[in-house]
């Protein structure tokens, strides 16, 4: 079993930054290909970025190309998701995600074998 503990999230201003964290614990031994998904308010859950199994990719969301980036630490046993020039269709409760089968990365929840139980990010002036 993996735990994981989403942190980081807050209010912030259009055009602003915000870094997520992802706290995992118990089996940590192995790899996961991990992801952020978020979901806002009365929309599905939607992928955002994902990082490969063996950290050698990552693909993400086009509504978040060039302004989110995924990296992981491993010794840490933690995964960040670094968020640029926030927009307010960007406000949702963001997720972070484990499988333990993918190398790469999909958009596909059922995928995902762990989740976290999010934390909010609003953008809002």
């Known amino acids: 079993q993996l735990h994981l503990v989403e942190s980081g999230g807050d209010e912030v201003q259009p055009g602003g930054s915000l870094r997520l964290s992802c706290s995992a614990s118990?089996?940590?031994?192995?790899?996961?290909?991990m992801a952020w998904f978020r979901q806002a308010p009365g929309k599905e859950r939607e992928f955002v970025v994902g990082l490969f199994r063996f950290g050698d990719g990552t693909n993400s969301a086009d509504s978040v190309k060039e302004r989110f980036t995924i990296s992981r630490d491993n010794p840490k046993n933690m995964l960040y998701l670094q968020m640029n020039n926030l927009k307010p269709e960007d406000t949702a409760v963001y997720y972070c995600?484990?499988?333990?089968?993918?190398?790469?990365?999909?958009?596909?929840?059922?995928?995902?074998?762990?989740w976290g139980q999010g934390t909010q990010v609003t953008v809002s002036s």
């Open positions: 118990g089996r940590t031994s192995r790899s996961y290909a």
């Open positions: 995600a484990a499988s333990s089968h993918l190398e790469r990365t999909t958009p596909r929840e059922f995928d995902y074998d762990y």
